[in-house]
């Protein structure tokens, strides 16, 4: 079990490095100083998350594993996290509603993972949920915002959920060690997590006088780690340093 454990661990975690990454890369940068603030708080809350969960998977892997060693040194194909993460700050609209696409169902993914019989993942979970509470209101507010905001407020983010939407359906998909780790009442069934999430999306987009997408074909690979054109590139920053001076410490 502690092999589907560790993997399972991996693919909640390596989406909230990942997706932390690329807000890191706004700081300094947001539209506003209050809002880059808020995104760079985010981006520490998400690795903050990630820390927990790596510290645990190394726990269970044993010999020389630590959280670095995880976060830092593995290969892209050994990363797990879903394709939405990985994609670039186009602009501030694609920023805030790939956020907002994430944020909804990791809320509602902390909600269930809280009542896994894991008492390690219960509680990351448990106090993961106050800030990610915190996120969902941020990027909802942002979303109905920009879409009933001015012509080209609104023409950027219905553009940007047009284009994020096909990396939604992913979010849902099982791998072998999540259906393992569900057998044991460890993981959570993301499949039925769905409806409501399409639900609770649908309708902060109609606030924001936004049209929810429709489609029916969308990209995944991310969770079994085939990732897109844009992940070799964060891997290359986030990397360097412990790749070029092995084991260095602060």
């Given at each position: 079990?502690?092999?589907?454990?560790?993997?399972?661990?991996?693919?909640?975690?390596?989406?909230?490095?990942?997706?932390?990454?690329?807000?890191?890369?706004?700081?300094?940068?947001?539209?506003?100083?209050?809002?880059?603030?808020?995104?760079?708080?985010?981006?520490?809350?998400?690795?903050?998350?990630?820390?927990?969960?790596?510290?645990?998977?190394?726990?269970?892997?044993?010999?020389?594993?630590?959280e670095d060693t995880i976060a830092f040194l593995r290969l892209e194909r050994e990363y797990?996290?879903?394709?939405?993460?990985?994609?670039?700050?186009?602009?501030?609209?694609?920023?805030?509603?790939?956020?907002?696409?994430?944020?909804?169902?990791?809320?509602?993914?902390?909600?269930?993972?809280?009542?896994?019989?894991?008492?390690?993942?219960?509680?990351?979970?448990?106090?993961?949920?106050?800030?990610?509470?915190?996120?969902?209101?941020?990027?909802?507010?942002?979303?109905?915002?920009?879409?009933?905001?001015?012509?080209?407020?609104?023409?950027?983010?219905?553009?940007?959920?047009?284009?994020?939407?096909?990396?939604?359906?992913?979010?849902?998909?099982?791998?072998?060690?999540?259906?393992?780790?569900?057998?044991?009442?460890?993981?959570?069934?993301?499949?039925?997590?769905?409806?409501?999430?399409?639900?609770?999306?649908?309708?902060?987009?109609?606030?924001?006088?936004?049209?929810?997408?429709?489609?029916?074909?969308?990209?995944?690979?991310?969770?079994?780690?085939?990732?897109?054109?844009?992940?070799?590139?964060?891997?290359?920053?986030?990397?360097?340093?412990?790749?070029?001076?092995?084991?260095?410490?602060?």
């Open positions: 079990m502690n092999k589907d454990l560790i993997q399972y661990i991996l693919g909640i975690a390596d989406n909230s490095l990942i997706l932390g990454q690329r807000l890191g890369e706004l700081c300094g940068h947001g539209p506003s100083l209050e809002t880059d603030i808020a995104l760079t708080n985010i981006s520490l809350d998400l690795f903050g998350q990630t820390r927990s969960y790596y510290q645990y998977a190394a726990k269970l892997q044993g010999g020389d594993a630590t797990k996290n879903v394709l939405l993460a990985e994609q670039p700050n186009t602009d501030f609209a694609y920023v805030i509603g790939r956020q907002f696409l994430f944020d909804v169902y990791h809320l509602a993914f902390l909600e269930e993972l809280q009542n896994s019989t894991d008492e390690m993942l219960s509680a990351i979970a448990k106090k993961s949920i106050k800030e990610v509470l915190y996120h969902v209101r941020f990027t909802s507010d942002w979303i109905k915002r920009l879409g009933d905001g001015t012509e080209e407020s609104h023409t950027r983010i219905q553009n940007a959920i047009n284009d994020l939407w096909i990396f939604t359906d992913e979010l849902f998909h099982q791998t072998d060690a999540d259906k393992a780790m569900v057998a044991e009442k460890i993981g959570v069934d993301v499949t039925l997590l769905k409806t409501a999430y399409y639900e609770k999306v649908s309708a902060v987009l109609n606030e924001a006088t936004l049209q929810t997408p429709e489609m029916e074909y969308f990209q995944k690979g991310g969770k079994n780690g085939v990732h897109s054109e844009h992940m070799g590139y964060i891997l290359t920053e986030m990397q360097y340093m412990q790749r070029t001076y092995p084991n260095m410490t602060w």
